[in-house]
């Protein structure tokens, strides 16, 4: 890992923690509330949280009959991460997004052709999850979007796993 991949990423081990204070569990942070809704807010399973961004790319599946010739897509990508709320949160929106936005950053308004041999939305899938592995803590499950109606899923364990 560069200098530079360490300045952009924000949920990576070993360099900035997750928005988690370990001394201080949701519980502590809702005692104005009643009894009843603090007992409420205990948390004690996970929760899932997502953010998604968009970003265009070029590509052609070399052998194909109608894929072959070059063309575009606007790629949706959705994340999905899974964790314990820690003082009110998984994990801040703004470190999730930065993360993600982080890794298409590198691909955005490029041809997948110079990435991938076979850049069908599955291999799209599995390289954008291997570089999302890398920042992330929490075990989660990225989904992308080729254009319209079209998706690839897959299912991470976190890094810290
Ligand atoms: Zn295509």
Redesign the pocket.
């Known amino acids: 890992m560069t200098a530079g991949d360490l300045a952009n990423c924000c949920i990576v081990g070993g360099h900035r923690p997750p928005l988690q204070r370990e001394s201080q569990t949701s519980c502590t942070l809702v005692q104005s509330l009643s009894q009843r809704d603090r007992a409420a807010l205990c948390y004690s399973h996970t929760m899932k949280l997502g953010v998604s961004e968009y970003f265009d790319c070029a ?1 052609f ?1 070399p052998g194909h009959p109608k ?1 072959g010739r070059l ?1 575009g ?1 606007t790629y949706k990508v959705e994340i999905t991460i899974e964790g314990q709320v820690k003082s009110g949160m998984v994990v801040d929106f703004a470190d999730l997004k930065e993360a993600l936005r982080g890794v298409l950053a590198h691909y955005d308004h490029r041809s997948w052709n110079d990435f991938l041999e076979y850049p069908s939305v599955e291999n799209v899938c599995e390289l954008l999850s291997a570089k999302l592995k890398d920042r992330l803590l929490f075990p989660f499950t990225l989904r992308v979007w ?1 254009g319209h109606g079209k998706w690839a899923e897959t299912e991470r364990a976190g890094s810290n796993e």
Do not use: A, P, T
Request: hydrophobic share 15%.
């Open positions: 590509h599946l894929c063309h897509h080729e």
